[in-house]
């Protein structure tokens, strides 16, 4: 049975940091792409940072140099370091694991989401 849990949310003023963590189980974490996305009220599901099998990181433009995405494979976790958070980034963070085998065949999971609360 798959396991997909984020954790580490909270409420911060801005400036302040925050450490997100997504521990899985019943997967070949080796194996997956792991990313992180957000919804803020009102829009889209959209993606934040993103950590290859390989190590290689990718992230949305509005997080660039303040964010930093992790992976550790013996904990079958990956990380979000959030710094100097802004109210923007207000938003249930959600955490995702996909892969896509030779053959084509595809998996995807999702955690329930954590919410981070940026305010004064």
């Known amino acids: 049975q798959v396991h997909v849990a984020e954790s580490g949310g909270g409420l911060v003023q801005p400036g302040e940091s925050l450490r997100l963590s997504c521990a899985t189980s019943?997967?070949?974490?080796?194996?997956?792409?792991m990313g992180w996305y957000r919804q803020a009220p009102g829009k889209e599901r959209e993606l934040v940072a993103r950590?290859?099998?390989?190590?290689?990181?990718d992230y949305v433009d509005s997080v660039k140099g303040r964010f930093t995405i992790s992976r550790e494979n013996a904990k079958n976790t990956m990380y979000l370091q959030m710094n100097s958070l802004k109210p923007e980034d207000t938003a249930v963070y959600y955490c995702?694991?996909?892969?896509?085998?030779?053959?084509?065949?595809?998996?995807?999971?999702w955690g329930q989401g954590t919410q981070v609360t940026v305010s004064s």
């Open positions: 995702n694991a996909e892969w896509t085998t030779s053959i084509g065949q595809k998996f995807d999971y």
């Open positions: 019943g997967i070949m974490f080796d194996y997956y792409t």
């Open positions: 950590i290859s099998r390989d190590g290689i990181e």
